[in-house]
């Protein structure tokens, strides 16, 4: 997890190594905050090479960095309610819109409409309920019912007088009524992920024929359940495509739920996750592929004018905390303790606050 203090523990390994250098430095004359020892080249007395770095002031930001998977939002089955034989299937990778037939039996077709109740009754004058609603929407939405309908869980005259005119389109009788065998209500225009009707077997009411998937555009994450309060709805984040191409996104949704993966024991991954869902700001930047691995970097946290500096320079003090050993201009060294902030893994850079610490200051880092 990338965050504040609580990162530090994660680069206890390179502070180890650079303490030693410290002790050679203490042993060679630096005392701690404020006592200098004579101008000496910064590595004279260590064992290991070293050389400085500058105080920087500049905008940090705090970054996780996971494997993803890019696809389709959503996953929806396709469950027939008609009696027959199949006429007409659609075929994987199709899109079918609302409004358009999404398969047919016995000749007569089945129209896909846009809404979250399934269809389980027929639909005439009088009725109210849900799925007169998501009907009379639908209609206002395929420019077949008056702007009124809009909202309304009745089915009105209007109704009746706008489904006739989808009917006509469709080329089937024109009664005014939806029986539940003539429409297959879903949240979106669906996009044919698999078929496992075929053409001329029996159509059975209640059985699912296909499943389907939106048309919107997702990068899905499977977080460490542990750095769930690190991400949030609205992060920023970049998407890094198969191909290393980039493109920006926001995090859409956190899940609240951690699931084990499965095949725990057979060599995966045990780790409890969490599904963080993000929306490239850019759909189409985004190709069409599907299930295709791509890295994602979510920006957690950010700073404007924070005092940086690489977090190699860092050095953990035996009373706890941490400093910095600091090189005057003239050569004379000494340690200044100094408070953490944000961290930024991809640029291995710290933030950091601290009494004589100031942009522009050399501090001491392991030579490269």
Request: net charge negative; glycine share 12%; charged share 10%.
């Amino acid at each position: 997890m990338i965050g504040e203090r609580g990162s530090v523990s994660r680069r206890l390994v390179v502070v180890t190594v650079v303490v030693v250098v410290v002790i050679g430095a203490v042993i060679g004359g630096i005392y701690l905050f404020g006592t200098k020892a004579p101008a000496k080249a910064a590595g004279i007395d260590n064992a290991a090479a070293t050389s400085t770095a500058a105080v920087a002031q500049r905008s940090l930001s705090a970054q996780t960095n996971v494997s993803a998977t890019l696809g389709y939002a959503g996953s929806y089955s396709v469950v027939n309610q008609a009696v027959g034989s199949f006429s007409q299937l659609p075929t994987v990778g199709e899109v079918i819109e609302s409004g358009e037939v999404l398969y047919a039996v016995g000749g007569q077709p089945v129209v896909l409409l846009t809404g979250s109740t399934p269809a389980y009754r027929t639909l005439v004058a009088g009725i109210s309920g849900p799925d007169a609603l998501e009907l009379n929407n639908s209609l206002v939405a395929l420019g077949y019912g008056a702007a009124t309908l809009q909202g309304s869980t009745i089915f009105s005259a209007a109704t009746a007088t706008a489904l006739t005119k989808l009917q006509a389109h469709l080329g089937v009788t024109q009664t005014g009524v939806l029986t539940v065998d003539q429409v297959i209500f879903l949240p979106s225009a669906a996009r044919i992920t698999t078929v496992t009707a075929t053409l001329g077997s029996a159509a059975q009411a209640g059985a699912a024929i296909a499943t389907a998937t939106s048309t919107t555009r997702e990068v899905v994450v499977a977080l460490d359940a542990t750095e769930q309060a690190s991400v949030k709805v609205g992060d920023q984040v970049t998407i890094t495509l198969p191909d290393t191409s980039t493109t920006p996104g926001v995090v859409s949704t956190v899940g609240t739920v951690a699931t084990t993966p499965s095949g725990n024991g057979q060599g995966g991954s045990s780790t409890p996750t969490i599904e963080v869902d993000v929306t490239p700001t850019d759909p189409s930047a985004t190709g069409a592929l599907d299930q295709a691995p791509v890295l994602v970097a979510i920006t957690t946290a950010s700073v404007t004018d924070a005092l940086v500096v690489p977090v190699a320079s860092l050095l953990a003090l035996t009373g706890g905390g941490y400093a910095v050993e600091v090189v005057a201009a003239n050569g004379t060294h000494q340690l200044v303790g100094v408070t953490l902030g944000l961290f930024d893994d991809a640029d291995g850079l710290v933030q950091i606050t601290g009494s004589g610490v100031h942009a522009g200051v050399r501090v001491v880092v392991p030579a490269s």
